[in-house]
């Protein structure tokens, strides 16, 4: 009697389980904070540059022959898209996703794609850090692996207007030399007074 109360016990738990769907959802993170903004400008590296459009699409490469090798794109200037990826997240495969939880980029230049696994590689190449918060408004870290982990890190190229480099210049050569004070100094010594 017993046997047989487990028996049926253990055939409806089976049975139960099979009629519902109860494995969770393979989804990629979703942080419950506002998506940051598309990457727009030029990121550069020592293999290249990066320009995105700021639209979270287009974007405008230069990359050397060596970069491309790996990557498996054409060298030199291209046109095309990207989209960042979650990485393998089975049955789904990638899936989109905002590039601060990003694991991967795909990039597409005339009609061909490359997934590049994004990631940071530790100096003794054996490790490399990947996944939420790797990529951010002003870094995008391509890793490889070739007997060793290692990264090509594009940073964001920030430019100083010549009229604030010359401003500011002008200000420091100003107080330097006891000259009349310019611009910004005028601003707090009338404050002050």
Request: aromatic content about 10%.
């Given at each position: 009697?017993?046997?047989?109360f487990l028996?049926?016990?253990?055939l409806?738990?089976?049975?139960?389980?099979?009629?519902?769907?109860?494995e969770?959802?393979?989804?990629?993170?979703e942080?419950?904070t506002?998506a940051?903004?598309?990457?727009?400008?030029?990121?550069?590296?020592?293999?290249?540059?990066?320009?995105?459009?700021?639209?979270g699409?287009?974007?405008?490469?230069?990359?050397?022959?060596?970069?491309?090798?790996?990557i498996?794109?054409?060298?030199?200037?291209?046109?095309?898209?990207?989209?960042?990826?979650?990485?393998?997240l089975?049955?789904?495969g990638?899936?989109?996703?905002?590039?601060?939880t990003?694991?991967?980029?795909?990039?597409?230049?005339n009609?061909?794609?490359?997934?590049?696994?994004?990631?940071?590689?530790?100096?003794?190449?054996?490790?490399?850090?990947?996944?939420?918060?790797?990529?951010?408004?002003?870094?995008?870290?391509?890793?490889?692996h070739?007997?060793?982990?290692?990264?090509?890190?594009f940073?964001?190229?920030?430019?100083?207007?010549?009229?604030?480099?010359?401003?500011?210049?002008?200000?420091?050569?100003?107080?330097?030399?006891g000259?009349q004070?310019?611009?910004?100094?005028?601003?707090?010594?009338?404050?002050?007074?």
């Amino acid at each position: 009697m017993k046997r047989a109360f487990l028996f049926l016990l253990s055939l409806f738990l089976c049975v139960g389980c099979s009629l519902f769907d109860t494995e969770p959802e393979n989804i990629p993170y979703e942080p419950n904070t506002p998506a940051p903004a598309p990457h727009n400008g030029v990121f550069v590296s020592e293999h290249g540059k990066i320009e995105f459009g700021g639209d979270g699409e287009t974007l405008r490469y230069d990359l050397d022959e060596e970069l491309s090798g790996w990557i498996g794109l054409p060298a030199g200037e291209q046109e095309g898209t990207y989209v960042f990826l979650s990485g393998d997240l089975p049955p789904h495969g990638s899936m989109p996703v905002r590039y601060d939880t990003a694991h991967e980029i795909q990039i597409t230049v005339n009609g061909q794609s490359a997934t590049i696994q994004l990631g940071i590689a530790a100096e003794d190449g054996r490790t490399a850090s990947s996944g939420v918060g790797t990529v951010t408004t002003t870094r995008i870290p391509m890793l490889f692996h070739d007997n060793e982990f290692f990264s090509v890190v594009f940073r964001k190229e920030i430019r100083y207007s010549v009229e604030h480099f010359f401003f500011t210049e002008a200000d420091r050569i100003a107080q330097r030399s006891g000259q009349q004070k310019t611009g910004c100094d005028r601003r707090q010594s009338a404050s002050a007074g």
